[in-house]
């Protein structure tokens, strides 16, 4: 098999111990970056709403989810595009390449940011209580976004995880001073945070790029190529970019954009429940989006130099390791969902509990599908998860306004729900065919252990109030951490197990 070497096993598992320790050192420091990216909206969502009524906070988190859709959709086509073909062609050998794929996509990042600003500026001026100041600065956070998805891209193509740390740590600082600036001084400007604290990676990255690649070109001149260099394929770099841009807006764009659909036929109020349950599931993907930055490249390097045993045994352990350790997270978070949004926006916020514990099965469902989607579109199938994606996005688009009609923000939750269990199921099961996967077991305790705490969770109820209902769920979540270990703990074992032969 290509890349292979049967004659000489001990180089072939030193180099397998490498790639394992490279893809946990490149996870944790994506862990580190990501839990302050969220910490951060997360602090900003708390001070907002707590600073504001329900109509403001739904306003602002409307504007906030109208940027991010549109920066989850060309922009993040890009990044991934970043990622993977920068990725690849050094993983090839082909370090000319990598480098003008990083000119082109940065381009093409500048020129996008430009038009879809002007685009979601425009968008903004039909919401209602929008002011003039509200569509400028929510333009410019557009822009932003679309710079700083890039510039993220780029890095971790180039395989500058520590300096990515370092920005994204210090933008994340930043907003956060920026946003209690702004609350206690009694401005209105609640965007403005985010596009400080975004700029600071988005500027910061082609400094650290531009010496990082006079660096590699000197190393790449004194070693030997795998092979000549290639020529960049515009034509399949642009396909790509539209394959990845459709998935990214269809899945991740599609939560970001219900509050703004949403505000069309149910209450403010009850945008706000699913706004404020939307932010506070955002760090429960600390560890699958750390994940899928840091195995998107290494799988992109191993497709690149053909070692595909690489890439199976990356996405089984992976897999494993997401369903038999998010389970009992997210278990235990459903019976806590009440006390979280006590903490998060106080008293008023309680009856969103119901629309947070479907949302934290949805999220739990699309945390668990990364490992599967990123060993195919880091290859040649890259066109599977794109059209799961866009195949639930438009399931769920069509139910959410008669669900939303009938069961207001639960109506909302239950639309996003079943689209990401459509995106999810699809590459989990093409992967999983693929390469001949053992996850029958795995895959039916972990959702068993997460679907029957929403449903005692539910069936406790909304009847208890104060002490009672802290006392009740702290004591539901500790049982069911215990509860979950025991279920699972042949598959954390076999997951560790699994780590270490690796």
């Not at 381009?107 to 002011?131: E, I, N």
């Not at 949403?262 to 993907?285: E, S």
């Amino acid at each position: 098999m290509t890349g292979r070497s049967v004659s000489d096993p001990a180089p072939q598992a030193a180099l397998t111990t490498r790639r394992g320790s490279a893809v946990v050192r490149s996870g944790l420091l994506s862990m580190v970056g990501l839990v302050a990216l969220g910490g951060a909206r997360l602090v900003h969502g708390s001070l907002v709403s707590h600073a504001t009524d329900h109509e403001t906070y739904a306003r602002v988190g409307t504007l906030i989810g109208l940027a991010m859709t549109v920066s989850l959709i060309f922009p993040a086509g890009l990044a991934s595009a970043a990622s993977r073909y920068i990725s690849f062609h050094i993983g090839a050998g082909d370090r000319a390449t990598a480098s003008a794929a990083y000119r082109v996509l940065t381009l093409a990042g500048g020129a996008c940011a430009l038009l879809l600003a002007a685009l979601v500026g425009a968008l903004a001026t039909l919401l209602p209580g929008v002011s003039s100041a509200d569509v400028a600065a929510v333009a410019l956070l557009t822009a932003v976004y679309a710079g700083y998805s890039v510039a993220k891209g780029a890095l971790y193509g180039f395989d500058r995880l520590v300096a990515y740390t370092w920005l994204e740590v210090t933008g994340s600082l930043v907003t956060v001073g920026a946003t209690a600036i702004v609350v206690t001084s009694g401005a209105h400007a609640y965007l403005v945070p985010f596009i400080i604290g975004n700029a600071v990676l988005m500027l910061g990255s082609p400094v650290i790029l531009r010496a990082s690649r006079e660096r590699v070109a000197v190393a790449g001149s004194e070693a030997p190529r795998a092979r000549p260099p290639a020529r960049l394929d515009i034509r399949e770099l642009a396909v790509w970019v539209g394959l990845a841009s459709l998935g990214g807006g269809a899945s991740g764009g599609l939560l970001q954009i219900l509050p703004v659909l949403a505000g069309r036929f149910t209450t403010q109020v009850q945008v706000a429940y699913f706004v404020a349950a939307v932010t506070l599931v955002a760090p429960l993907l600390f560890l699958p989006r750390a994940l899928s930055l840091a195995l998107f490249p290494a799988m992109a390097r191993a497709h690149g130099a053909g070692d595909v045993d690489v890439v199976r045994r990356h996405a089984d352990i992976s897999t494993r390791a997401l369903l038999a350790l998010l389970a009992p997270i997210f278990a235990a978070g459903i019976f806590l969902a009440p006390e979280v949004l006590l903490l998060f926006g106080g008293g008023q916020y309680i009856d969103g509990a119901p629309v947070l514990r479907l949302l934290l099965l949805a999220t739990f469902t699309g945390a668990v599908q990364v490992a599967a989607v990123n060993s195919l579109s880091s290859g040649d199938a890259v066109r599977i998860p794109v059209y799961a994606s866009v195949a639930g996005a438009v399931v769920g688009l069509l139910v959410l306004v008669p669900l939303g009609h009938w069961f207001a923000s639960m109506g909302v939750g239950a639309a996003y729900l079943l689209a990401v269990a459509i995106t999810a199921t699809v590459p989990i099961a093409a992967t999983w065919r693929r390469y001949r996967m053992a996850w029958t077991g795995p895959v039916t305790r972990s959702f068993a252990v997460v679907v029957v705490a929403l449903v005692v969770a539910e069936l406790l109820g909304t009847s208890r109030s104060g002490a009672d209902r802290i006392g009740l769920d702290a004591l539901c979540a500790a049982a069911t951490l215990v509860a979950s270990w025991l279920i699972l703990r042949r598959d954390i074992a076999a997951v560790l197990a699994a780590r270490h032969r690796a």
